[in-house]
């Protein structure tokens, strides 16, 4: 994979490849929020306890993303067809009842499908590097499944629905009821252009993208960004956690989530 130069607020140029292709890269944990509009996450190469950390993400409102300036605004993806393709998911905990881990994800989903991310990657270990070296980069996401390079959307998250033993268009279907946000103009701005006359069109697509398919073929599409370290002491699925929140709530909150989850299982 080629090397882009480090990071500016030039929105054009710099997005290496759509995101993790919303989820070409693992992300096994993530990190409270620090205000009520926003959350930051890790991501890193694989679930295991010796993951590399490889990169971080922000995700924030609607209402939060409308008050940035259109060139910040263009640095930032949309969530709306991770989220109803199927394609974003939240692995379980091995100890937690399949269904009672859907229907947490799933109610996750109603939050996350609003939300605008922007994601940087410090360390392209899928190239072989030993160090997170030169800048880091912006990256983006999918909006549509022919943005996919070959073999095509289907089959790359087919790949990673046997690995983990689910089923994307089942996770689809039961995200239907999920009412689609209206999308901002700005957002997703790899996949867009502006027109002599100020018309916005269509770029990219797999086609342009034939290069980097290497990354999606050796993580495959898994993508959990409020996910956990199956080790940990927490039962793997985290809610928004706002300042306010004390220690003492926290563990209510925690421990009322995990019998409602015990209890649906």
Request: net charge negative.
């Amino acid at each position: 994979m080629s090397t882009t130069a480090n990071v500016t607020n030039d929105a054009t140029g710099l997005l290496k490849f759509p995101l993790m292709l919303a989820g070409a890269l693992f992300s096994d944990t993530h990190t409270p929020i620090f205000l009520s509009d926003v959350r930051q996450c890790l991501i890193y190469d694989t679930p295991e306890p010796n993951a590399r950390l490889i990169g971080v993400e922000y995700m924030i409102s609607a209402s939060l993303y409308r008050t940035l300036d259109s060139a910040e605004r263009k640095l930032w993806h949309s969530h709306v067809f991770e989220v109803k393709s199927g394609m974003l998911i939240l692995p379980g905990p091995a100890t937690l009842p399949t269904h009672a881990w859907e229907v947490a994800e799933t109610k996750e989903m109603e939050d996350v499908v609003g939300l605008y991310g922007k994601t940087y990657h410090f360390w392209q270990v899928d190239r072989g590097d030993k160090l997170p070296l030169g800048g880091p980069e912006l990256m983006m996401s999918f909006t549509e499944e022919g943005q996919c390079p070959p073999p095509g959307f289907k089959e790359v998250v087919s790949e990673r629905d046997q690995r983990y033993g689910i089923d994307h268009e089942q996770k689809a279907k039961k995200r239907e009821y999920i009412k689609e946000p209206d999308i901002h103009e700005d957002a997703d701005s790899m996949w867009f252009k502006f027109n002599a006359d100020g018309v916005k069109e269509r770029v990219g697509g797999a086609a342009s993208m034939t290069d980097k398919a290497g990354l999606i073929r050796k993580y495959g599409l898994n993508i959990c960004r409020q996910c956990f370290r199956e080790k940990s002491q927490d039962i793997g699925f985290t809610k928004i956690i706002r300042v306010r929140e004390t220690a003492e709530e926290k563990f209510v909150r925690k421990m009322a989530l995990r019998e409602e989850i015990l209890l649906k299982g």
